[in-house]
Nanobody, 128 residues
Framework: QVQLVESGGGLVQAGASLRLSCAGS????????MCWFRQAPGKEREFVAA????????YYGDSVKGRFTISRGSARNTVYLQMNSLKPEDTAVYYC?????????????????????WGQGTKVTVSS
């Protein structure tokens, strides 16, 4: 059974930074792709960023390019999302997900149905 656990969410002011973490357990993750999605109240789930655990290639959603950075942890079953210059429109529940997708990451990896396992989410609130 694969489990993904997110942490690091909270309430911050616009312009601040947060780092989210996603820790996976249950099997070997080295050849998979992990990603972050987010869902704001009343809106559809939105792709944020993805990373290949094998070659480190990344892909970002347009709304976060240049502000957010996804990275792998040294344990290779941990993924981080560094969020800088946060805006009120970044307010959402952020979900980590995992899929057996080969490297390199590409735009096609931004589709939620591709991902097999999901965490329960961590809430990020950005005040103006």
């Amino acid at each position: 059974q694969v489990q993904l656990v997110e942490s690091g969410g909270g309430l911050v002011q616009a312009g601040a930074s947060l780092r989210l973490s996603c820790a996976g357990s249950g099997r070997t993750f080295s050849s998979n792709t992990m990603c972050w999605f987010r869902q704001a109240p009343g809106k559809e789930r939105e792709f944020v960023a993805a990373i290949s655990l094998s070659d480190g290639s990344t892909y970002y959603g347009d709304s976060v390019k240049g502000r957010f950075t996804i990275s792998r942890g040294s344990a290779r079953n941990t993924v981080y999302l560094q969020m800088n210059s946060l805006k009120p429109e970044d307010t959402a529940v952020y979900y980590c997900a995992d899929a057996r997708l080969e490297s390199p990451v590409s735009e096609s990896y931004s589709l939620a149905p591709l991902y097999d396992y999901w965490g329960q989410g961590t809430k990020v609130t950005v005040s103006s």
